[in-house]
């Protein structure tokens, strides 16, 4: 490639992560300042290192995770050497020199070696089938070492090897992890989550030695090329298990030889200032190579923090300083969400608050000293750990929200639903994306200065959600709130989200087509783009999935929303509202009197009646819901659900001088006869005794009223923020036909509509002539839609008494800890 003269050289040496977040920083900000040369000694550009897991386990290609093509490269004019490993530095001419002799003269010289893993010195390392997990070389030897061999050994129980764990067992190999700690991942967690970790991969068929040191290797016979296969692991203990294949994947260590041949200074990592500068000043080092303040870090967020602030004085302009990092970690292990961040030890000066539901797979723990957060553990729900991570950086103090910490952000605002208002509730300062260190801020300047409107737009120019994908519902949720009625999102356009390319009704199909039954299964079988999904897609999932399959497929409460999850619903200070099932709105003396003690007894700060002519008891303790429950023995009302609220009713016959059909006893026989029913979205009804209609049967999902000939059916009326009139589908004659008819409708809205669709909405999309041909012209789909709501319910139990009933699913609700 022709160079221009007039410019400086830049010559990068490791063509990984690091090294290439730093050129992209410099092209943004001095384009035209350096002829760039890259040489790399993998045979491939720039890739995703993070997502070599998903490749080991199926889910992703090898192109899938390039990051900078060689078009981008030739586009940049970027000279590339691939397959080339630079040997010698001579800094006195300013050359470097590769293995065969290539060379390129350097004005500025930035070193991004990464690192390698650690190997242990123990007999048998250097057998055939002994490797570590750290580039695309490794993962795919042990894809083809799955072809042909059964017994895995993975040495280490951190990320790394329980990611290779996961995917060599969905390889087809029996895998062992073996740790020389009591627990897995015990930089990133404590004995609790770890434990509970241990127990959820148990279950997904990988084996554990623990406390286990590795003495030697055995080798099997040699072949004819006088090579010796990996055939026995032992312990110091004596123990020997098969190992056609050992997997080291217990660290890394700083790769700093080269540095360290050409004179400069080294102390375990190439040793950089506040700039990122060398001993000597015209050579530079970022990344895994790097020892700063004397720490090296292994995470990808400061690696791309200094990244900015080196390409900021390649530049010259001479600005910004890397003063280390405050680091968090969010990961994913086999579809389980984990976050740690700070000091989540503690020690005699610290105190902890701690929530634990073992059953429900939760366990959240933070660290207080002098009234602020010091560190935190989250399992199975890290929603709120970008928020406890901005408190631990900002120290902020928490003592006037200490109640409601471990409710999260959501229960300190007029927020609905978990994490809906995450974004809104952010400051611009507040990171998003932990792996790219992008902040909220960041995104939003970028959608409104270069007219971002798509997920893939945001990723490209910010980076942010490109990288593990966990915070990919975040930025969609930025993306909306800051394009308001100018942005269309995935779900109701193209994709279900910014995970998969596929639309909802394509989702659908595919889950009836493969009767997956779980959301890891679907995942895989779709072929997520990010395997573990994020807030947006999951539950949406897991609703597919136990429309598709009911009595079969299996509900991940994790993949829905808090108010589903603990069955009633959150308000903005953090407690509860608890509103019973009174089934058409008529109730006993004996209820109201039980509603009455329990107010008395719970101190209930606001007893209400509804729109929906229920009683609403307001500010509840969250540690007071079972008791409550118990104490009242009447069914929940499925007021937080997606699925069957109030079904609303008017006197009607019985006693009104107007009425002309029964409409509570009407209204009683739907509501126990839909009860418990899920939906895309909330589903009321009501009945009305005659067309005067006091029960407002015309603006609910679906509505009758009563007429002298029998009954009229209104479908898709809503009366939220715009209201909706229903529209009439038809008039029958009995109160079979009410049931058969509005339980049709309500079936065929369960099986077509999208996820967070309301009934008006799918209405809108499919049309109404399409609902009666369904509906009235097919009098055989009618009834087999029925028989499906109908079967669907079957068994159905009520949430509050299971919950009463069900000892081990009490530790949710229990006081927490302090």
């Avoid at 695309?136 to 030897?141: A, G």
């Avoid at 036909?737 to 996820?755: H, N, P, T």
């Amino acid at each position: 490639m022709q160079k221009t003269p007039s410019k400086m050289k830049l010559v990068v040496v490791g063509n990984g992560m690091a090294g290439m977040r730093t050129v992209e920083e410099l092209l943004k900000i001095a384009p035209e300042l350096y002829d760039i040369t890259v040489f790399g000694d993998e045979p491939y550009p720039n890739y995703n290192r993070i997502m070599l897991s998903p490749v080991l386990a199926n889910e992703q290609t090898v192109d899938d995770i390039i990051l900078n093509t060689r078009e981008w490269y030739a586009e940049h004019n970027i000279t590339l050497y691939t397959n080339a490993r630079i040997n010698k530095i001579d800094r006195k001419n300013r050359v470097v020199y590769t293995e065969d002799g290539t060379s390129a003269e350097y004005d500025r010289l930035l070193l991004a070696t990464g690192s390698k893993p650690f190997m242990l010195p123990i007999p048998g390392k250097d057998l055939e089938g002994v490797i570590g997990y750290r580039d695309i070389k490794d993962t795919n030897e042990m894809i083809a070492t799955a072809k042909t061999h059964k017994h895995a050994v993975v040495i280490g129980g951190g990320l790394l090897g329980l990611e290779a764990a996961n995917g060599l067992k969905i390889q087809g190999m029996e895998v062992t992890v073996v740790h020389k700690n009591e627990w897995l991942l015990e930089k990133q967690l404590d004995k609790t989550a770890g434990k509970m970790l241990q127990k959820n991969l148990e279950a997904k068929g990988l084996n554990f030695l623990l406390q286990k040191n590795t003495e030697l290797l055995i080798g099997d016979t040699p072949d004819a090329n006088g090579k010796c296969r990996v055939k026995t692991a032992r312990f110091t203990d004596g123990l020997e298990i098969a190992a056609d294949l050992v997997v080291m994947a217990i660290g890394i260590r700083p790769n700093f030889a080269l540095a360290e041949s050409a004179g400069i200074y080294c102390n375990k990592g190439i040793v950089v200032n506040d700039t990122m500068q060398t001993y000597d000043p015209r050579i530079y080092a970022v990344g895994e190579c790097v020892a700063h303040r004397g720490i090296s870090y292994g995470l990808v967020a400061p690696l791309f923090e200094m990244a900015k602030v080196c390409a900021t004085h390649l530049a010259n302009f001479g600005i910004g300083l890397y003063k280390g990092s405050v680091t968090s970690t969010k990961l994913k292990v086999t579809g389980i969400d984990l976050f740690s961040a700070g000091d989540f030890t503690g020690d005699s000066d610290t105190e902890e608050i701690v929530l634990h539901d073992a059953v429900g797979g939760i366990y959240k723990k933070l660290v207080i000293k002098n009234d602020k957060i010091i560190g935190g553990v989250l399992y199975g729900d890290t929603t709120d750990g970008s928020w406890y991570f901005q408190m631990l950086r900002d120290g902020k103090a928490i003592h006037e929200i200490r109640d409601h910490l471990m409710f999260g952000q959501d229960s300190l605002g007029n927020t609905g639903h978990q994490g809906q208002n995450k974004a809104a509730a952010m400051n611009n300062e507040m990171e998003v994306c932990g792996c790219n260190g992008v902040c909220k801020g960041t995104i939003v300047k970028a959608i409104q200065d270069q007219g971002l409107f798509t997920i893939d737009d945001v990723k490209k120019q910010t980076k942010a959600g490109s990288s593990c994908g966990s915070c990919v519902g975040l930025v969609e949720q930025i993306l909306a709130s800051t394009l308001g009625g100018g942005y269309a999102p995935p779900s109701t356009s193209k994709a279900i989200c910014g995970c998969s390319d596929k639309n909802h009704e394509e989702v659908r199909a595919e889950i009836r087509a493969h009767k997956y039954l779980n959301i890891p299964d679907a995942m895989k079988g779709m072929a997520w783009r990010t395997p573990n999904g994020c807030a947006t897609c999951r539950p949406a999932l897991n609703y597919y999935l136990l429309s598709s399959w009911p009595h079969e497929a299996v509900d991940d409460p994790q993949s829905r929303f808090i108010n589903e999850r603990v069955h009633a619903n959150i308000q903005k200070d953090g407690t509860f509202s608890v509103i019973p099932r009174m089934y058409g709105g008529v109730t006993t003396p004996d209820q109201l009197r039980k509603i009455a003690d329990v107010a008395d007894k719970y101190a209930v700060p606001m007893v209400k009646v509804t729109g929906g002519q229920r009683i609403d008891l307001l500010g509840v303790k969250k540690e007071d819901l079972m008791g409550m429950w118990k104490d009242l023995d009447m069914p929940s009302g499925y007021a937080y659900a997606k699925g069957i609220r109030t079904v609303k009713t008017c006197v009607g016959s019985e006693f009104c001088r107007f009425g002309t059909q029964n409409s509570t006893q009407m209204g009683i026989d739907i509501e126990k006869a839909f009860d418990h029913m899920w939906a895309p979205h909330k589903v009321k009804f009501a009945v009305s005794g005659c067309p005067r209609n006091c029960a407002e049967s015309g603006i609910k999902d679906v509505g009758i009223i009563g007429v002298d000939s029998g009954w009229e059916i209104y479908v898709g009326g809503n009366g939220g923020i715009k209201t909706e009139a229903a529209q009439f589908l038809c008039k029958v004659k009995g109160h079979d036909e009410v049931l058969e008819y509005s339980g049709a409708f309500i079936q065929i809205y369960r099986e077509e509509a999208r996820y967070l669709d309301r009934t008006v909405h799918w209405i809108e999309r499919v049309g109404l002539e399409y609902v009666k041909q369904r509906i009235l012209e097919d009098s055989e789909g009618r009834k087999a839609a029925y028989e499906r709501l109908l079967f669907a319910l079957q068994g159905v139990v009520d949430p509050w008494a299971e919950r009463v009933n069900n000892r081990d699913k009490h530790k949710e609700f229990e006081t927490i800890s302090v």
